[in-house]
């Protein structure tokens, strides 16, 4: 919806860009500037350079780009990666995945982004269960850091892997999407809605998402893709091979929450 009007936005209004994190966020809202693009998503890390590492944020670096937002309207979310285990159980490196999202919530404040995209992990299939539970209070800790700081985290449903493979995400199919929003409910925990992940479990994108009625008020940030690049927004709909109508779809949802 248009912010505060209660009126539903265009569905051009409501395409967004995922910059990655390998390029200065600077370049990026020049980008989405100049083609008139209104949502951004970004990580901060990004290899080998890593210019938007966190340490880089400095009061005047964070003063300019917070300005360029607001002169161009454009919105600013924050994407985790998805190789950072938030289900590590290892003591030493547990203690660095807590960090890693609080590091994460504390920059959304400073940088004024509405939104934090993060995972579930994942697991070495012989320690599952110890990997969900880390996975699952590890988030709720982090959700009620969000809660307490004026952030919103949106869990990402991730991707299946091939049948044979050792390691595998965690919230990649319903059962286990839908315990992370079962037992966690918060305003501060939405859920980002990846299609092209969907399109990989048997239930297919129409019958995830139907799945994941309970959850569908949290979904704010739906994510399709074509065969070479991301395309995302509180409503994105840039896809292939029939993908784009339950895009279009979802977006539908995340626009009136």
Same mark, same amino acid.
């Given at each position: ?11 051009r209004? $409501? ?7 390998? $390029?200065?966020? #600077? =370049? ?10 209104? &949502? ?25 780009? $917070? ?7 454009? !919105? ?11 289900? #590590? ?10 960090? &890693? ?6 920059? +959304?404040?400073?940088l ?26 590890r ?7 969000? #809660? ?12 299946? =892997? ?6 595998? &995400?965690?919230?990649?199919?319903? #059962? ?6 079962a037992r966690i ?17 048997? =239930?297919?994108? +129409? ?7 309970? +959850? ?10 074509d065969?070479t $690049? ?5 409503? !994105?709909a840039?896809?292939t ?16 929450t």
């Open positions: 919806m248009s912010p505060g009007d209660g009126r539903l936005m265009p569905l209004q $409501r395409i967004g860009v995922d910059l990655g994190g390998r $390029r200065p966020l #600077e =370049e990026g809202l020049a980008w989405a500037a100049a083609k008139d693009v209104h &949502y951004v998503d970004v990580c901060l890390e990004g290899a080998p350079e890593h210019p938007n590492a966190p340490a880089t944020w400095t009061p005047a670096r964070t003063a300019a780009m $917070r300005a360029t937002c607001e002169r161009h309207g454009i !919105r600013l979310g924050l994407h985790s990666s998805s190789a950072v285990n938030v289900a #590590e159980t290892s003591p030493l490196l547990a203690e660095a995945a807590d960090r &890693y999202l609080e590091t994460y919530i504390d920059l +959304a404040g400073r004024g982004a509405g939104w934090i995209v993060v995972h579930g992990g994942y697991h070495f299939t012989g320690d599952y269960a110890a990997r969900r539970a880390a996975s699952l209070e988030l709720r800790r982090a959700t009620a850091l969000a #809660e307490r700081a004026g952030a919103r985290l949106l869990l990402e449903n991730l991707n299946r =892997e091939p049948e044979h493979a050792e390691v595998r &995400y965690l919230a990649y199919n319903l #059962e286990e999407c839908r315990e992370y929003f409910q918060s305003p501060s925990l939405g859920w980002a809605f990846t299609v092209n992940h969907a399109h990989l479990v048997p =239930e297919g994108v +129409a019958g995830f998402l139907d799945a994941m009625s309970d +959850a569908a008020a949290r979904c704010a940030w739906p994510t399709a893709t065969a $690049r991301s395309t995302c927004a509180p409503a !994105r840039r896809s091979s029939g993908r784009c109508s339950h895009a279009s779809r979802a977006g539908d949802t995340a626009a009136t």
